[in-house]
Structures are given as C-alpha cells and as structure tokens.
C-alpha cells in the first residue's frame, strides 16, 4: 500500500494562497492517480483536483476551477495543489490519495481510492 505524507496547510484570509504537498513512497512517474479531497464535519469527503502522474492530465471540480492547481513533480514522487483566490468556503481538512490508474486516468470518488494520507488543515477567513 502506498505511503503518503501531506503538508502545507495553515491560515489565511479570503483572496490569499496556500501550497499543499503529498509525497508519495511509490515512483509516481509510473501510471498513478493522485487526487486532492476535502471534508467538513457533517459533510462527505469530496474529490477537488485529481491528476493522472505520468501524462500530467488534471480534473478539478466546479468549486475549484480556476482557481486551484494540480502538479506532479515525478522526480520528488510528490503532487501539488496550488490554492489561490482562497474562499472562506474552502476551509476543510485536506487530504490526498492514491491509486493505480491509466494514462490518462482521474478520479474524484473517494470510494475509488484505498491509500490516503493524513489529513491537512485549511481555514480561510472573511
């Protein structure tokens, strides 16, 4: 199973930017899918940008579109998520995944992946 560690994370204001990491103990330059989610109590966990590793493809959701960024450095085995425009909407825990997938394969299900990583906060304030 597949080992990740989340970091970034933190506090800002509403129009600010935040940078979130996810090393991953596999080589990501082989065929993995790697996706961002996010939870709030009393909410289920929802898929925001997801990345096929090898070919670079990216899907994000509506929420996130433009304003957020994902990345794979395959060198480092690490994946990005560049966060700008923060809203106070997005104040959630952070958490990223892993998976077996296709070139060009994305996914934004939760119930798709098996390895997560820890958990990150983000809080956006007014």
């Known amino acids: 199973q597949v080992q990740l560690v989340v970091s970034g994370g933190g506090s800002v204001h509403a129009g600010g930017s935040l940078r979130l990491s996810c090393a991953a103990s596999?080589?990501?330059?082989?065929?993995?899918?790697v996706t961002w989610f996010r939870q709030t109590p009393g909410k289920e966990r929802e898929g925001v940008a997801s990345?096929?590793?090898?070919?670079?493809?990216?899907e994000y959701a509506d929420s996130v579109k433009g304003r957020f960024i994902i990345s794979c450095d395959n060198a480092r085995n690490t994946v990005f998520l560049q966060m700008d425009g923060l809203k106070p909407e997005d104040t959630a825990t952070y958490y990223c995944?892993?998976?077996?997938?296709?070139?060009?394969?994305?996914?934004?299900?939760?119930?798709?992946?098996?390895?997560w990583g820890q958990g990150t906060q983000v809080t956006v304030s007014s």
């Open positions: 995944a892993a998976k077996p997938g296709g070139w060009l394969t994305t996914e934004l299900r939760p119930t798709a992946f098996r390895s």
């Open positions: 990345i096929a590793t090898r070919s670079g493809v990216a």
């Open positions: 596999i080589a990501t330059d082989n065929t993995t899918t």
